[in-house]
T-cell receptor, first 112, second 113 residues
């Protein structure tokens, strides 16, 4: 089974702190995604990557950046966390040619 | 702008009954549509995929229909069980070469024993 692992399940940070959310997949998937999920809004795409060192903005990239230095790892960075970034963050990956996303368990971030 | 709408209210049903969830979309021509299940505190898990040229798909007690004229998909859980209680998300993809799914907000189903 493909595994997508998000190392931090729960984080509490202060406004202005820099936050790193890490995601690792173990099945050599080219494509990786970061979504955030908020009640009533569904999943919204923040950033995605089709290959190493490649990134593209999704629908809501403001306040976020990403890093993909290795194929298996896709990191989401909040340079200066704000309270409106309190959310559930979900990482996903998919093999090129396939259609189904495999999600991690999520990282619940609270910014105080 | 593109919009995906699912049943806005939670669905509460008796065990053994059929749950029917709707997914309506506007300003979108998806190549295919997917349904995912999400349990509290977990990531979504894929259930079914249906392509634009398919009318219906089944998997065990699950059935999905896709009407591109009505711009609607229906998701049925037959002979529902308490273990089916979860949030169900529909997701649309613009083309088979594009992996950027757009998701609805989800419908929470509770099956009473």
């Amino acid at each position: 089974d493909v595994k997508v692992t998000q190392s931090s399940r729960y984080l509490v940070k202060r406004t202005g702190e820099k936050v790193f959310l890490e995601c690792v997949q173990d099945m050599d998937h080219e494509n990786m995604f970061w979504y955030r999920q908020d009640p009533g809004l569904g999943l919204r795409l923040i950033y995605f990557s089709y290959d190493v060192k490649m990134k593209e903005k999704g629908d809501i990239p403001e306040g976020y950046s990403v890093s993909r230095e290795k194929k298996e790892r896709f990191s989401l960075i909040l340079e200066s966390a704000s309270t409106n970034q309190t959310s559930m963050y979900l990482c996903a990956s998919v093999f090129s040619g396939a259609n189904v996303l495999t999600f991690g368990a999520g990282s619940r971030l609270t910014v105080l | 702008s593109q919009k995906i709408e699912q049943n806005s209210e939670a669905l509460n049903i008796q065990e053994g009954k059929t749950a029917t969830l709707t997914c309506n979309y506007t300003n979108y021509s998806p190549a295919y549509l997917q349904w995912y299940r999400q349990d509290p505190g977990r990531g979504p898990v894929f259930l079914l995929l249906i392509r634009e040229n398919e009318k219906e798909k089944r998997k065990e007690r699950l059935k999905v229909t896709f009407d591109t004229t009505l711009k609607q998909s229906l998701f049925h859980i037959t002979a529902s069980q308490p273990a089916d209680s979860a949030t169900y998300l529909c997701a649309l993809c613009p083309s088979s070469n594009d992996y950027k799914l757009s998701f609805g907000a989800g419908t929470t189903v509770t099956v009473r024993a």
